[in-house]
């Protein structure tokens, strides 16, 4: 049986803190000042800072899957190094994520027990499939684009040990992202297949990096505290416009179509009878002059809380490729780190 | 010496194949594990294992490319099955067993070692540089690969059980390494592809030994039968077939165009 060292760790807002200590906390943060490991923090600080990490490494080891699995098939020398090193540099920054958050007080083998049996979760993103090489360069083009946007907001976070690591992250996604630019442009300069290749991958990603963001700010629960102590530092809903600003025009100018549901009189999404979305232009992407953004359609938000909840095109492909890894390596870590998988975890 | 006599450039080709194919195939299996590795900190490491092999491999087959013409994507992507000189060894599924991967690494490092160790002192000036800055980064790759044999096979029995299936498994491969690629004798004696003082299996088994015989693994290993016909003249595993054909999957798509 595996234990969760995660089945204690949550929020409560009704938690007693220490009064002139919180106090305190709160004038650290309003000062501008980085909390560390040692630190005294609030409970529901340390639960939501850990909660963010942990969710933020489990998505850099899952997120190496979609891309991980076209390493094989890369289709020059130059791209097969470039996505090696690439897919090479996610687990990296799980395995900095994943030290972040063991001094939070989880374990990292907890942490990995948590995601293969589905505790926790992992970017919703990565439960969209990359079924061609120009999935590949979408993902890195815009999802990384998506995360660096995400995760630059967070370098000016509170944590210490989580800012520094964002920062650091951050110049190796600014790498994938030229690389990303670059298969992209290459492509949409190709022939006509690799072309309808790469706008059909385009049409795959752009409405799950819009869900990237997560919900509409007025169905976000977790934006008012988290910001107040800065573990987030901007909306969701700033985020995601940020992203259109940047990207919508990007891929005009790549000659890319951006397209959005297709939905019926009444607003309601239609789909392909296996469910999968019928894109079509989206007619509302367009510069707004006078708000100084660019206009665009909502994805479908019932899809992304489907998604959430698991039934998304690939959640139980990514866990189980996850979970099959874990239990192939069981025995070189049982040989390397001198304890069960299973025992009691210490901090580090 | 800058120019290479013509007489030595056909059989200086197939050795030069051998060594970018095997190191291409073998990048290309360790690479399987990127994400996928039994500890994040390891998967990391193997990663860069791949790179390394693969950047050799892409120099070597810039260096065909000189001699031959031709782009080195082409010829690592473009060629037919029987014109690959990689042998059996690097060519094996690993199927996942970390020990294999292991295994198979630590017997392909130590045989690269050498290999380079003979080109770092060739007498073809281009040939020998590049040799000797892949050998400084092979050096690297073996330390890697002893240390993760004698750690598993000092660990748990489990782990060591492994290992020991892993060798057992692999050892019957290894003479595929030392199949002579054609008209290699030539460049032996030219000076081109310099002999060791001891026959290169020898050498080989010898460096194998130090580590096996520290942790009390059990192996035999034997040169290759004069008549082997494997790899090195293009008879190639079923493996390596399917490898090949998953590979080159989009290249073939539009073999003419940029990706």
Redesign the interface.
């Known amino acids: 049986m595996s234990v969760s060292a995660g089945d204690n760790i949550k929020l409560d807002w009704d938690r007693q803190e220490d009064e002139a200590r919180l106090e305190e906390f709160d004038a650290r943060i309003d000062r501008g000042e980085l909390i560390e490991a040692d630190d005294w923090m609030p409970e529901n600080y340390r639960v939501g800072m850990l909660r963010m990490a942990e969710h933020h490494a489990n998505s850099e ?1 899952v997120g ?2 979609p891309e ?1 699995e076209w ?11 470039a996505l ?2 690439k ?2 540099d ?3 920054h ?2 900095m994520l ?1 030290r972040v958050s063991q001094d939070l007080g989880k374990p990292r083998d907890a942490m990995l027990r948590d995601l293969i049996t589905a505790k926790t979760k992992y970017h919703n993103v990565f439960n969209y499939p990359a079924p061609t ?1 120009a999935d590949v360069a979408a993902i890195q083009w815009l999802v990384d684009g998506a995360a660096i946007m995400n995760q630059k907001s967070l370098a000016d976070g509170s944590y210490g040990p989580y800012v520094r690591t964002m920062k650091r992250i951050n110049m190796e996604e600014a790498f994938h992202f030229k690389s990303g630019e670059d298969m992209v442009l ?2 949409m ?3 006509p ?2 072309k309808k290749m790469m706008q059909e991958a385009f049409d795959r990603w752009w409405n799950p990096c819009l869900m990237f963001f997560g919900p509409p700010d007025k169905e976000s629960v977790k934006t008012g505290p988290f910001m107040r102590w800065r573990i987030k530092t901007a909306t969701n809903d700033t985020l995601r416009q940020k992203f259109v600003d940047r990207f919508a025009p990007a891929a005009l100018d790549l000659g890319l179509k951006v397209k959005t549901y297709q939905r019926d009189a009444q607003g309601v999404v239609q789909r392909n009878p296996d469910g999968s979305a019928i894109w079509t232009i989206d007619e509302a992407l367009h510069p707004i002059e006078s708000e100084k953004r660019w206009g665009f359609s909502q994805p479908d938000w019932d899809e992304f809380y489907t998604v959430i909840r698991g039934g998304g095109p690939l959640n139980r492909e990514r866990v189980g ?1 996850r979970r ?2 874990y239990e ?9 780190l ?1 304890r069960p998988t299973g025992a009691p975890p210490n901090r580090n | 010496m800058t120019d290479l006599a013509d007489a030595h450039k056909k059989p200086l080709v197939q050795l030069l194949f051998s060594i970018a194919d095997d190191k ?1 195939v073998l990048g ?1 299996r360790n ?2 594990w ?11 490491a193997f ?2 294992l ?2 390394d092999d ?2 050799h ?2 120099a070597i ?1 810039g260096l065909i490319a000189d001699i031959t013409g031709g782009d ?2 082409h010829l ?2 473009g060629r037919t099955a029987n014109t690959y000189r990689c042998c059996d060894l690097v060519e094996l599924n690993d199927e ?3 020990a294999v991967a292991v295994v198979r690494q630590f017997f392909c490092d130590h045989f690269e070692h050498l290999r380079l160790r003979r080109l770092s002192r060739s007498n073809w000036t281009k040939l020998r540089q590049l040799a000797s800055r892949m050998l400084a980064e092979e050096n690297l790759a073996i330390g890697h690969a002893d240390q993760w044999i004698v ?2 096979a000092k ?2 029995s ?2 060591r059980g ?1 290992i020991q299936h892993a060798v057992t498994k692999l050892a019957p491969l290894t003479p595929s390494l030392f199949e002579p690629t054609e008209g290699m004798a030539d460049l032996e004696a030219a000076g081109v592809y310099p002999p060791l003082e001891a026959p290169m299996f020898d050498a080989w088994e010898s460096m194998i030994a130090n580590v096996i015989d520290e942790t009390g693994l059990r192996a035999e290993f034997r040169a290759p039968a004069k008549d082997y016909v494997g790899g090195r003249h293009g008879k190639h595993s079923a493996d390596f077939a399917a ?1 090949l054909s ?2 080159t ?3 073939r ?2 073999p003419a ?3």
């Open positions: 080891i190496a899957l991980g390493i094989t098939r890369a289709p020059s020398l130059k791209r097969k190094l090696i090193a897919v090479q996610e687990v990296g799980g395995q994943y090489w290459t492509l300069s190709g022939t297949r690799q490729l099959f890894s192939q390596g069981a025995w070189v870590r049982r040989a390397v001198g | 291409l290309h690479a399987d990127t994400g996928l590795g039994p500890i994040l900190e390891e998967d990391i990663s860069a791949a790179q693969i950047a491999a892409g087959y080195a994507d690592a992507y996942f067993d970390w750690r598993l660990s748990t489990e782990a492994r490898m998953e590979m999957e989009v290249y798509e539009e165009a940029q990706w």
